[in-house]
T-cell receptor, first 108, second 115 residues
Framework: AQRVTQPEKLLSVFKGAPVELKCNYS??????LFWYVQYSRQRLQLLLR??SRESIKGFTADLNKGETSFHLKKPFAQEEDSAMYYC??????????FGSGTKLNVKP | EPEVTQTPSHQVTQMGQEVILRCVPI?????FYWYRQILGQKVEFLVS????????KSEIFDDQFSVERPDGSNFTLKIRSTKLEDSAMYFC?????????????FGEGSRLTVL
């Protein structure tokens, strides 16, 4: 069965510190993986996709098939990065599986 | 910038009542979805819809649930006889065929409270 696990409910870092939000998945085929973000009082929106190897707002994520992970990283966190982050997996775009989310709190 | 809109933003209903949640997807999108999020839990897939029929549905989407695209612009989720456990935030999403491939555009959600 497909599953997305985000082990941390809350991650607090200081501004300027590196941040890594963990995501592990279980899937038997080749998944499409995404990170979605929800800023305070805003709607859920796409941050980045593994397929395009994007860097968005300084965030990157590498798909590690051996470890079945898709961790989100940023070398220097900013206060405006504080938000809820969801890792998501899809096999055919008919169905997306979301993790339970990690709340990132960047302290000044 | 075009957005997915959802109404109502909050609905309170009595257990056993029918509820219809409405969504207006982005106009040139072809794929539509409903998700829900019970407070404190993950965003759960309910159903996907394409070409006027359900593409895929989850185990949650039982006979009490139905979706419709009645007029080419609205996409509705009906819960026939609400239960307490249906209380959740319901998100509509749509997806196009251009732009960032695979990107879901979400509405702001409809909060359903079943008493």
């Amino acid at each position: 069965a497909q599953r997305v696990t985000q082990p941390e409910k809350l991650l607090s870092v200081f501004k300027g510190a590196p941040v890594e939000l963990k995501c592990n998945y279980s899937y038997s085929g080749s998944p499409e993986l995404f990170w979605y973000v929800q800023y305070s009082r805003q709607r859920l929106q796409l941050l980045l996709r593994h397929i395009s190897r994007e860097s968005i707002k300084g965030f990157t994520a590498d798909l590690n098939k051996g470890e079945t992970s898709f961790h989100l990283k940023k070398p220097f966190a900013q206060e405006e990065d504080s938000a809820m982050y969801y890792c998501a997996l899809s096999r055919n775009f008919n169905k997306f599986y979301f993790g339970s989310g990690t709340k990132l709190n960047v302290k000044p | 910038e075009p957005e997915v809109t959802q109404t109502p933003s909050h609905q309170v209903t009595q257990m056993g009542q029918e509820v219809i949640l409405r969504c207006v997807p982005i106009s040139n999108h072809l794929y539509f979805y409903w998700y829900r999020q019970i407070l404190g839990q993950k965003v759960e897939f309910l159903v996907s819809f394409y070409n006027n029929e359900i593409s895929e549905k989850s185990e949650i989407f039982d006979d009490q649930f139905s979706v419709e695209r009645p007029d080419g612009s609205n996409f509705t989720l009906k819960i026939r006889s609400t239960k307490l456990e249906d209380s959740a935030m319901y998100f509509c999403a749509s997806r196009g065929t251009s732009g960032r491939y695979g990107e879901l555009f979400f509405g702001e959600g409809s909060r359903l409270t079943v008493l």
